[in-house]
């Protein structure tokens, strides 16, 4: 296993268009979070994932962002009508629940720039 | 609310001396804390994790903690810097009851050769 994938790495669009990220766990993983991270400030929680659950939602996922993780495998975050202020990192990061006592692995990040 | 405060936005050490990056946290039973590293345009690595087994926590690369209850303090030390050490650093906890990790807003460590 190679770790939690993130596709793509990069992306840029403009202003209005919609993106959709792709995530792959780690194969056994049961539960994924997908987090912001912002130029010069930490990453900040959005949603996570159990199996195919969706069990908690930031204040900071607007009506604009979209999660799913349908087969309780890989999850996809979409961004409808993106504005410039969504431009940032995108971390994914899985975990297996009542293992490792929470520690949870990132993948490398797609980082968004909306023009 | 429970998050963790990180001392000093940037750190530079010469190589061969100490690292000493500050963390404390707010919460009034000990949660769970961690420091991540991430490196440029790299994804978040774990380097350690402090989960109530012992106070004095070894990671990777050289690196460990130190709980302290008195003082809510998660501080980060290395006896001696290399230059491969320079990235952001990031403390983090998951309180009690919560599934997801709260950041600090991250030291940016700089070894001057």
């Known amino acids: 296993d190679t770790g939690v994938s993130q596709d793509p790495r990069h992306k840029i669009t403009k202003r209005g268009q919609n993106v959709t990220f792709r995530c792959d766990p780690i194969s056994e993983h049961n539960r994924l979070y997908w987090y912001r991270q912002t130029l010069g400030q930490g990453p900040e929680f959005l949603t996570y994932f159990q199996n195919e659950a969706q069990l908690e939602k930031s204040r900071l996922l607007s009506d604009r962002f979209s999660a799913e993780r349908p087969k309780g495998s890989f999850s996809t975050l979409e961004i409808q009508r993106t504005e410039q202020g969504d431009s940032a990192m995108y971390l994914c990061?899985?975990?297996?629940?009542?293992?490792?006592?929470?520690?949870?692995?990132f993948g490398p990040g797609t980082r968004l720039t909306v023009t | 609310a429970q998050s963790v405060t990180q001392l000093g936005s940037h750190v530079s050490v010469s190589e061969g001396a100490l690292v000493l990056l500050r963390c404390n946290y707010s919460?009034?039973?000990?949660?769970?804390l961690f420091w991540y590293v991430q490196y440029p345009n790299q994804g978040l690595q774990l380097l350690l994790k402090?989960?109530?087994?012992?106070?004095l926590v070894k990671g990777i690369n050289g690196f460990e903690a130190e709980f302290k209850k008195s003082e809510t303090s998660f501080h980060l030390t290395k006896p001696s810097a290399h230059m491969s050490d320079a990235a952001e650093y990031f403390c983090?906890?998951?309180?009690?009851?919560?599934?997801?990790?709260?950041f600090g807003t991250g030291t940016r460590l700089t070894v001057i050769p």
């Open positions: 402090y989960t109530s087994a012992a106070t």
């Open positions: 990061a899985s975990s297996l629940e009542g293992l490792e006592l929470g520690q949870q692995y």
């Open positions: 983090a906890v998951i309180p009690t009851g919560a599934n997801n990790l709260f």
């Open positions: 919460s009034s039973v000990p949660p769970y």
